[in-house]
């Protein structure tokens, strides 16, 4: 009897009973999965209903509804009520109902108060309802030049790879703003970023973009120093920065290959503690300090907790490196409106002031960068990434504890590639604490993330309908699906989109479910589309005109071998090399299916003329040692025997500056409204800058581009090569 009411329990709260797994088969939840799941959400919030202890208990707390829809609210009662909705704008509709209510279709867009007042004596006291009513548009906001019909283009950049002759050894925002300008000259029309989600001052080398403390401000390594007038004017500052010593620091950050990221942040650490003073000298009527005042009194709460907890953990952690976020802080600690916290707040405000003062200084470099490419005329100037998660000892965690359950993490079911599944280490968002807040962290959240730009891609957007849940201290095949209020949060996600005049692409990459292409579409979400996966089946490359128009091609991603690595069998000689594929037969199978990939894909650019006709045909001699791939993998038993086997893998067509320019050219046809190019294959480049599924086994998010963005843009192959890009964008229109 138990099991039953915790599994219809668990029903109610969405967590689903089986799946289609990636074979395409039903796939059966254990009931105990489920039952820690349900425990894990720790809600006293009723998953049915939110307002179940009012007499209209039928009602929910929040109602979301687009515009113009005929939308009925059913009432429990045969009472007869007054109704009023105080609009955003400040406006009043007032009406009578009974049995139900039926919502005015002329309400405004924006965020509303209803209010049900049931009819009394005169005598009696008068009780209001009142639930959040959201009005919203039917889609996402889309730009003019894309409404028009033109095909745009850009970089897909990782911030932190940009090299220069100014950054201090990782790309900036004074990059950015140097490499918007250069590529608006030659017709591109946005830049699209990693993640700028804030990270961890206090531990740098915790780089993942994608497992970020806080999804809500800003990555404060970005800041270009040098563009601080405060930094420019303080002598002792420009003394410590014309040292030897720092110049040679400085150098070394420049040259290295990897990003080296403590001494990067260790430098403009210092930079900014010695420029801070000459802030504070500015006079309260100094039109810098009336912007941060505004900046901080705008950033209110959500911003002094980022500010504390970044003081708070650069100060514990220089204490003791075992303090890596707050689960294992001194208890004291560990809630945010504790007395210890409080006295910390009391007697550091000037720590906390300069973390404040870091975050504006971010936002204003990164304002500055989208007014930028305002004035140069990019339809899009800035696309931003929004993790699917944060970090579990973060200050978003820490600072909004209710909405996370931390007793769980998100990741990805098993699959063919990976037959454990993965597990982010990413604590989910409560979808009933969610709704039962009336969608306000969600918000925030999108309000936090399209600022300062023209366009946000959501990674994995399948998280708007469900996400992958594993319980605590399980890997992630003992996961299960949780669904997610889908259709309310695209809602907002549209009404969010046309406030902020900000596109949306969804990366959409995986399983993803039916039932939510067609929403996605519908709701004017752009799709995701990577030239590698874009195959029929049978095999043959998608041609340039069947790609959908409501959608950003790209060659390759973060998480995908560069087009060179991809053709070399880079990524599976490195995967080899650090132990992804101990399964040599999966191995043999994947260099099958690559060889495959590469002569369709050769067929498909001669069949659409982007290469001479010979070039996609290889030899009786070559088919045959490709045959024997397989064999000869089963056999390898060492890596240098599997590396001389590997060999046989390429065919008689390594990687050329022609299959380069044809790959280019093709993707560039594309019907995509987007089109997003990483340097990466402009440089031809081999190593990849993140492997997924490792952690130490590979230096992720550190490698640079190979050369400078000067350098770059002075090369007549890359000028060439973006010339071509634009002239075939539009050939396309």
Known sequence: MENKRLNDLATEAGIVSEYINAYGKPQAIPAETRH??????????????????????SLPNVKVVIQGQIVTLPLEDTDNYQWQIHTEQGEIFRGHCQLQLTLPTDLPLGYHTLFLIPKVKPETHSRQYPIQLIVAPERCYEPDAITRGEKLWGACVQLYTLRSENNWGIGDFGDLRYMQQELAQRGGSFIGLNPLHAIYPAMPDNASPYSPSSRHWLNIIYIAVNQVEDFNYNAEAQEWWHSTETQCKLQQARQAEWVDYVTVMTLKMAALRL????????????????????????????????????ALHHKLYEENNVYWGWPVWPEEYREPESDAVKAFCHSHPQEIEFFLWLQWLADTQLAECFTASQTSHMPIGIYRDLAVGVAQGGSETWCNRSIYCTKASVGAPPDILGPLGQNWGLPPMNPHVLKAQAYQPFIELLRSNMRHCGALRIDHVMSLLRLWWIPQGETADKGVYVHYPVDDLLAILALESQRNRCLVIGEDLGIVPEEIINKLRDRGVYSYKVFYFERNAQGEYRSPDEYPTQAMATITTHDLPTLRGFWQNEDLILGEAIGLYPDKALLADLYSERKRCKQELLASLNRHGYLLEDLGKTSDKTSEELDKIPEELSKADTLSSLQKSISLAQTEHPMSTAINQSIHRYIAHSACA????????????????????????????????????????????????????????????
């Not at 799941?37 to 720790?42: D, H, P, V």
């Not at 006079?283 to 500010?307: C, T």
């Open 275 to 310: 420029a801070y003073p000459q802030f504070k000298f500015r006079s309260d009527d100094d039109p810098q300090q009336i912007a941060f005042q505004q900046f901080v009194i705008k950033g209110g709460k959500n911003l002094y907790s980022q500010a504390v907890y970044d």
């Open 36 to 57: 820690r799941i349900l425990e894990a959400m720790n809600t006293d919030i009723p998953v049915g209903r939110s307002v179940s202890s009012l007499h209209v208990s």
């Open 674 to 733: 987007l089109l997003g190019l990483q340097p990466e294959d402009w440089l031809d480049m081999e190593r990849p800058v993140n492997i997924p599924g490792t952690t130490e086994e590979y230096p992720n998010w550190r490698r640079k581009l190979t050369i400078t963005l000067e350098n770059m843009f002075a090369d007549a192959h890359i000028n060439h090569l973006l010339q071509t890009v634009e002239e075939c964008r539009k050939q396309s229109l």
